[in-house]
């Protein structure tokens, strides 16, 4: 996110999944990372 920052990006595009809630709680999860602290907006294909 600091990429974006840095580049003045107006968006960011991603793919996304999900896994398993338990798996989350260990490992956590990227792209809830990415939508809750990103700086712009952000465009999610599944």
Do not use: K, N, W
């Not at 490992?27 to 999610?44: H, Q, Y």
């Amino acid at each position: 996110m600091t990429v974006a920052r840095q580049e003045a990006a107006e968006l960011i595009i991603a793919g996304a999944y999900g896994h398993s809630r338990m798996r989350e709680v260990i490992f956590g999860s990227v792209t809830r990372d990415l939508l809750e602290a990103a700086p712009v907006c952000c465009m999610m294909s599944h």
